[in-house]
């Protein structure tokens, strides 16, 4: 799966931005709807925004998911996913688009939406999984801690960085 990331409105390439792509589906023989994250790889934007995502060969428990597609999510300091990105994708060249935050004069509204962004997008890519493709989310969710503990001034910032910082080592440790 190949890709670039591109300013949203200048579409000029950007590079260093972290992308994670999660492979979802449906259980075939369950009651439940739910889409279940099955699989998670990541890879890094190079200096003109070029990225691929591994290819990854299926084993046999997961042929049977029904509705199976693959979301990519990507993250870089100060951006945020544009409204022109679908997360679901299907083409083999694909354009993921970053804009910057929206502009605000109240720097405590700001900070308290991109803290909000920052928690939303783990959210977004948590993944329940055992083995090393959890630990595929590590760059991931180490670039958005670090930028959230630039953001800490209130007492829930800090519990906001706190409830980030666990998920981080959720995917920081693999299990024995």
Not at 137 to 160: F, G, S
Request: include cysteine; proline fraction near 5%.
């Amino acid at each position: 799966m190949h890709g670039r990331v591109l300013h949203e409105i200048h579409d000029k390439p950007l590079s260093n931005t972290i992308l994670v792509a999660l492979w979802k589906g449906k259980p075939a023989n369950s009651p439940s709807e739910k889409m279940i994250c099955y699989h998670v790889e990541d890879t890094v934007s190079d200096d003109k925004g070029f990225f691929t995502i591994p290819t990854w060969d299926e084993p046999g428990e997961f042929k049977n998911l029904k509705d199976k597609t693959i979301h990519v999510y990507g993250y870089r300091k100060r951006y945020r996913i544009s409204e022109l990105t679908s997360e679901i994708i299907t083409p083999k060249n694909y354009i993921y688009y970053l804009a910057k935050p929206r502009r605000t004069d109240d720097k405590d509204k700001a900070r308290e939406a991109r803290l909000r962004y920052l928690q939303q997008l783990v959210g977004e890519t948590l993944c329940d999984l055992k083995g090393e493709s959890r630990v595929n989310l590590n760059p991931l969710y180490t670039a958005i801690v670090a930028e959230a503990e630039t953001l800490v001034v209130t007492d829930q910032d800090r519990q906001t960085v706190q409830k980030l910082k666990s998920w981080l080592s959720f995917v920081t440790f693999e299990e024995d």
